[in-house]
T-cell receptor, first 112, second 115 residues
Framework: GQQVMQIPQYQHVQEGEDFTTYCNSSTTLSNIQWYKQRPGGHPVFLIQLVKSGEVKKQKRLTFQFGEAKKNSSLHITATQTTDVGTYFCARHASGGSYIPTFGRGTSLIVHP | KAGVTQTPRYLIKTRGQQVTLSCSPISGHRSVSWYQQTPGQGLQFLFEYFSETQRNKGNFPGRFSGRQFSNSRSEMNVSTLELGDSALYLC??????????????FGEGSRLTVL
């Protein structure tokens, strides 16, 4: 199937350290979305990337879409305790079919 | 603008029973999709409705069904519950009309425990 592999599964960091999660696909992605889910909460949309090589920033968060549109990354600079949660990437099948596939997520634990 | 509302938030059922979950999308959103989230399988797509029609379906058995009403509210039903159906069921609405996905707005979910 059209899976997206997300690594790492867990990441422990000290507050102030940087964090990166990666999303990889064996097939070309039409677009990639990123969501954040706080513990006990629900996924919240962060961003959507569409163009090859696209880079978008949201304050301390930087999102990248690979040149070949087969991978994406989310980088957080100087993590804070408010960044704790699970970050998911999601791909959508191309060709007009709306069936989103989510990565397994990366759980970020920030130690104060 | 009110967000996506799901009811009930928590429920406990026994094997063999059936359950109905409800989802009210953001006003004006006509696409409603459902997801099952478990620690073992992650976030998995169940189905998506648009204008009362099921447009897409994930890889779940026929015990899982849904419908959408003319006001875009949606329900999903799980019959003959199994222990493995214990999960957080999430509903999401979207304003996107075409098959390509836009931003998904998730509800807080319905946590189902099957005993």
């Amino acid at each position: 199937g059209q899976q997206v592999m997300q690594i790492p599964q867990y990441q422990h960091v000290q507050e102030g350290e940087d964090f990166t999660t990666y999303c990889n696909s064996s097939t070309t992605l039409s677009n990639i979305q990123w969501y954040k889910q706080r513990p006990g909460g629900h996924p919240v949309f962060l961003i959507q990337l569409v163009k090859s090589g696209e880079v978008k920033k949201q304050k301390r968060l930087t999102f990248q879409f690979g040149e070949a549109k087969k991978n994406s990354s989310l980088h957080i600079t100087a993590t804070q305790t408010t960044d704790v949660g699970t970050y998911f990437c999601a791909r959508h099948a191309s060709g007009g079919s709306y069936i989103p596939t989510f990565g397994r997520g990366t759980s970020l634990i920030v130690h104060p | 603008k009110a967000g996506v509302t799901q009811t009930p938030r928590y429920l406990i059922k026994t094997r063999g029973q059936q359950v109905t979950l409800s989802c009210s999308p953001i006003s004006g959103h006509r696409s409603v999709s459902w997801y099952q989230q478990t620690p073992g399988q992650g976030l998995q797509f169940l189905f998506e409705y648009f204008s009362e029609t099921q447009r897409n379906k994930g890889n779940f058995p026929g015990r899982f069904s849904g419908r959408q009403f003319s006001n875009s509210r949606s329900e999903m039903n799980v019959s003959t519950l199994e222990l493995g159906d214990s999960a957080l069921y999430l509903c999401a609405s979207s304003s996107h009309v075409t098959g390509s996905a836009g931003e998904l707005f998730f509800g807080e979910g319905s946590r189902l425990t099957v005993l």
